[in-house]
C-alpha cells in the first residue's frame, strides 16, 4: 500500500485509489450491501464487506454470495476468511471475477 498524500490523503491499492481518511471495518452481521453503501453515502472512503468464509463461497451458499455483494459500491472490498489455501485461492478467483476491486483476508478469526 502507499499512501499518497499523508493523514488524510488518498490511498492506492494497486490501481484502485481510495479517497477519504474513514474506512468502515468489516462487521460480521453488520456490514451488508445496504448498510456499506449508506456509508459510501455518508462519506466513508471504504467499506468492507462482512467476513465471508471462502469454503462456503465456493459451495454455492447463498448466504456467502449475499455477503459479499457490492452491487453499487466502489471500492467493492470483500473479506474473505478460511483455513484453507485452495478454498481461499477459488473463493478470491470468484469474488474478483464478480466484480471485487479488493480481497482482504481475514487473518484472526478462523
Known amino acids: 500500500m502507499k499512501v499518497a498524500d499523508g493523514l488524510g490523503g488518498a490511498l492506492r491499492i494497486g490501481a484502485i485509489q481510495v479517497d477519504g481518511a474513514a474506512w468502515l471495518a468489516p462487521l460480521s452481521g453488520a456490514t451488508d ?11 466513508a472512503g471504504a467499506v468492507v ?9 465456493v459451495a454455492g451458499s447463498e448466504e456467502a454470495r449475499l455477503r459479499a455483494e457490492g452491487t453499487g459500491i466502489h471500492p467493492h472490498v470483500v473479506q ?25 483476508i481475514n487473518m484472526g478469526c478462523p
Open 33 to 43: 450491501a445496504g448498510f456499506r453503501r449508506i456509508a459510501r453515502r455518508f462519506g
Open 80 to 104: 474473505l476468511a478460511g483455513c484453507s489455501p485452495a478454498w481461499m485461492a477459488e473463493a478470491a478467483r470468484l469474488v474478483a471475477g464478480s466484480g471485487a476491486d479488493v480481497v482482504d
Open 49 to 57: 464487506s462482512e467476513m465471508v468464509a471462502s469454503d462456503e463461497l
